[in-house]
C-alpha cells in the first residue's frame, strides 16, 4: 500500500506548514511524556481479553511488545506525510503479517487502536498548553494511527488469506495421502455418470431431460474439493471448460437425436478428454503437490507453517514440550565442486533417508533449503531434543556414502536445538534453532548445539531497554 492509495491522511494534506509543524511538536510531546501509559493501555486491550491474553502470558513477548510499542510511538510521531513513506508502511505491513503469523486476532487490533486514540486524546486535553493546535493534534492523531493500522490489516489479510490456503491444502494431505485413490474414485465416479447417462437416454421418453454432469457426484466434486486441491491448475480449467460443452451442447445432441453416431460420438471424445484432463491433473498433483520434495521426499517446506502452528497451539493447550532442530550439512559447497552437483543431490538425499529413519513418526522432518533440514519433535524437551540429535549426528558420521569406486564421503552434520518456550510465533522458535546451528558451525562444525533459552534472552531485552 502507498499513501496514493490510501484515501485518508487529507487533513495532513491540506492544512499550512506552521500547523503542521507545531502538532507534530504536540503529538511528540504526549507521546515522550506519556509514553508508558500508552503502550499499557494498548496492550491492556489484550490483557482484558480471553483471546488476547493467550498471546501475551508469555513474560518475553510482554517485554519485547512493550519496547517495540514505545519505539512504533515515537516513529509515528516523527513521519511527515508529505515525506516518503515508503520505509514506514513496510514496516507497518512486516507488524500486520506477523500479527497473522502468529494468528493474533486482528478485531482486538483495532480495540487497541481506538484505545490507544482516546488516551492519546485524554492526555493531549489535560494539557492546557496545547491551546489553538488542540483541534489540529486530535485529527492528526486519528489520520496517523488509522493510517498506520491500514497498512497493517492490508498485509494480516492477504497473509491470513495465504495461509488459510496451506492450511487447507495441508489438510487434504494428511487426511488423503493415496492420491492414486482418489484418482481412481473420480475416475469411477466419470465413468459412472456416463452410463447413467445414456441409460437414461435411451429408457426414458422422448420429453425427459438428461441428467447433466454438473449434476452428478462428480461434479459436485469438482466444484467442491478440486478447486481446493487442484487450485490454478491449467488441467482443472480445462476440465471445467469441457463438462460445460458436455451439459450444455452434447447432452441437448443426444437426447435430440436418440442414439444418432455422430452425437455419441462427439459425448464420448468430451468424456476421453475429461478422463485424459483428470489423470494430468492427477499426476502433476503427485509431484508437484503432494507435500513432497521431489529431492529427499522430506516434507515441503510450505507446509511448515501449518505443522509448526497446530504443534505449538497443541504444545500451549496440553502443556507439553516441543522442540526443534535445525540440520545443515558441512561443507556441501566442497562436495559439488569435488564431486560434481548429481553427487550433491545423492548426498541430499544420504542425509534425508538417515534422517527420516531415525525419528519417530509423530515427527516431522522437512527441508528447510539448500542443504539444511528442519526437523520437528513432538511432545519433547530440549535435553532429550539434543540426545536425539546426537544420536543422528553420530549415525550420520558413521555411515559413509560411496560416491565413485574408490572414494567414500563421511558427511557430517551441524545441528542447532531450541525449544518451544510460549512465545506464540512459530518464526521465534524457528530463529532460536538458527542461531543455535550459527553457534555449532561457528565453533567447528560436526557438533550439536542447544539454544540457551528465554532466561539469558530475558536479561538480554532487559539490558538492552
Known amino acids: 500500500m502507498t499513501v496514493d492509495e490510501y484515501a485518508g491522511l487529507r487533513f495532513w494534506k491540506a492544512v499550512d506548514d506552521g500547523t503542521r509543524t507545531r502538532t507534530r511538536e504536540r503529538l511528540t510531546h504526549v507521546v515522550d511524556a506519556h509514553g508508558d501509559d500508552l503502550v ?16 501475551l502470558k508469555h513474560s518475553l513477548v510482554q517485554q519485547r511488545l512493550s519496547h517495540s510499542m514505545a519505539g512504533w510511538l515515537r516513529r509515528l510521531a516523527a513521519i511527515d506525510p508529505l515525506g516518503d513513506l515508503t520505509e514506514f508502511v513496510a514496516v507497518q505491513m512486516q507488524i500486520g503479517a506477523i500479527h497473522a503469523r502468529m494468528k493474533v486476532p486482528d478485531h482486538l487490533v483495532h480495540q487497541g487502536a481506538s484505545l490507544l486514540k482516546s488516551r492519546m486524546a485524554s492526555h493531549l486535553l489535560a494539557d492546557r498548553g496545547a491551546g489553538d493546535d488542540m483541534a489540529s493534534t ?17 498485509a494480516y489479510l492477504s497473509d491470513a488469506r495465504e495461509r488459510a490456503q496451506v492450511d487447507e491444502a495441508f ?4 487426511l488423503g495421502q493415496d492420491i492414486n485413490l482418489e484418482r481412481e474414485t473420480q475416475r469411477a465416479a466419470l465413468m459412472e455418470w456416463s452410463q447413467e447417462a445414456l441409460f437414461n437416454l435411451f429408457g426414458a421418453s422422448e420429453h ?31 476440465i471445467e471448460r469441457v463438462m460445460a460443452v458436455v451439459d450444455d451442447e452434447c447432452l441437448p445432441a443426444v437426447a435430440e437425436n436418440r442414439g444418432g453416431a455422430d452425437a455419441l460420438g462427439r459425448l464420448k471424445e468430451r468424456i476421453d ?3 485424459y484432463l483428470l489423470n494430468d491433473m492427477f499426476q502433476a498433483a503427485a509431484t508437484l503437490e503432494n507435500g513432497r520434495d521431489p529431492l529427499t521426499r522430506t516434507l515441503n517446506r510450505r507446509f511448515l507453517p501449518s505443522v509448526l502452528g497446530r504443534e505449538i497451539a497443541l504444545a500451549k493447550s496440553h502443556g507439553t514440550p516441543l522442540s526443534v532442530a535445525l540440520v545443515d550439512v558441512d561443507h556441501f559447497k566442497r562436495i559439488n565442486d569435488d564431486y560434481g552437483h548429481a553427487a550433491g543431490d545423492v548426498a541430499l538425499g544420504h542425509v534425508a533417508d538417515a534422517l527420516m529413519s531415525a525419528v519417530r513418526t509423530s515427527d516431522f522432518v522437512f527441508r528447510y533449503g539448500g542443504e539444511e533440514f528442519l526437523l520437528v519433535f513432538a511432545e519433547t524437551d530440549r535435553d532429550a531434543a539434543a540426545r536425539m540429535a546426537e544420536r543422528l549426528r ?13 572414494d567414500a564421503l563421511r ?3 551441524s545441528i542447532g536445538v531450541a525449544a518451544f518456550e510460549g512465545h506464540p510465533d512459530y518464526q521465534y522458535l524457528v530463529n532460536n534453532a538458527d542461531s543455535a546451528l550459527y553457534e555449532a558451525k561457528r565453533l567447528g562444525r560436526d557438533r550439536v548445539h542447544v539454544h540457551e533459552g528465554a532466561a539469558r534472552e530475558a536479561a538480554l531485552v532487559r539490558n538492552f531497554a
Open 40 to 55: 499499557a493501555t494498548f496492550y491492556g486491550a489484550f490483557l482484558g481479553h480471553e483471546e488476547g491474553r493467550v498471546f
Open 138 to 154: 486530535l485529527v492528526m492523531i486519528d489520520e496517523l494511527v488509522d493510517f498506520s493500522i491500514c497498512a497493517m490489516s492490508k
Open 171 to 174: 489438510r487434504h494431505f494428511s
Open 208 to 238: 425427459d431431460e438428461p441428467k447433466k454432469l454438473g449434476a452428478s457426484a462428480f461434479g459436485l466434486w469438482m466444484r467442491h474439493r478440486a478447486g481446493v486441491l487442484f487450485q490454478d491448475s491449467p488441467s482443472l480449467a480445462g
Open 273 to 275: 478428454e475429461i478422463d
Open 394 to 406: 553420530v549415525t550420520l558420521s558413521q555411515k559413509p556414502l560411496p560416491v565413485s569406486d574408490r
Open 411 to 413: 558427511l557430517t552434520v
